[in-house]
Structure formats: C-alpha cells, structure tokens
C-alpha cells in the first residue's frame, strides 16, 4: 500500500512538472533569449503590475491575455503562480505576471516591446 501511495505521489509531482515545461519555453530571436508560450508566442511583464499581483484586466487583459495556469500547477525555479481577482491563476517569471499580446501575430513577433513605456519581453538569461 505504502508502494502505491509513493507512486501517486511521483505521478501528481510529475505532472505538476510538466503543466510547468509545457507552460513556457526558451526561444532565440534575432540572437536575443526570450520566453515564450507553447505556441512561440512571445512573453511579456507589465510594469504596473506588482511581485505576486497583476493588474491587468477588463480592456488590458482582452489586448495582453495573461498564461494560464492550472489550479494545480507548481512553482519551477524563477516561475510561480499568481492567483488572479477573477479566482483563475496565472504563470509569473521572478514573481511578475506574464502575458502574450494580441498584436503579435506569429512566433517570434515582439511587438509589443515597450509598449506605452510598461510592457517588456520578458528575456531568458
């Protein structure tokens, strides 16, 4: 029985982990590292967002669609979880919210770079 629970367990965590690698993924454009979502689409931060909140909704949030997490989805080193007003959740790199942006039409875009001076791509070190 103990063997069984031990191995539920390993399931749970490693699907937590991979919600997580599925989530994101490093990109190289024009010789920059970036983050991106699943799809390619690159990834932003907002500053008037804080560390663990993002204000971001309504008319913001419908140009610069927060990346969905699961409920259930763990922290991965400089990637966490932030709980959204609306109760959803959402992924953050180094505690900052991040969001794609509607203007970017295929992989690799990043026009949404300095945007009114508050959105920047968010850089793979």
Known sequence: MKAVALGFAALLLGTAASQAAEAWKEAEVGGTKIYTDAKGMTLYTFDKDEKGKSNCYDKCAANWPPLKAKAS???????????????THMWAYDGKPVYT???????GDMTGEGVAG??????AD
């Open 101 to 107: 942006f509607v203007k970017d039409k295929k992989a």
């Open 73 to 87: 989805a763990k922290a991965e080193g400089e990637w966490s979880v932030v709980k959204r007003t609306d109760g």
């Open 118 to 123: 508050a959105w920047h791509v968010v850089k």
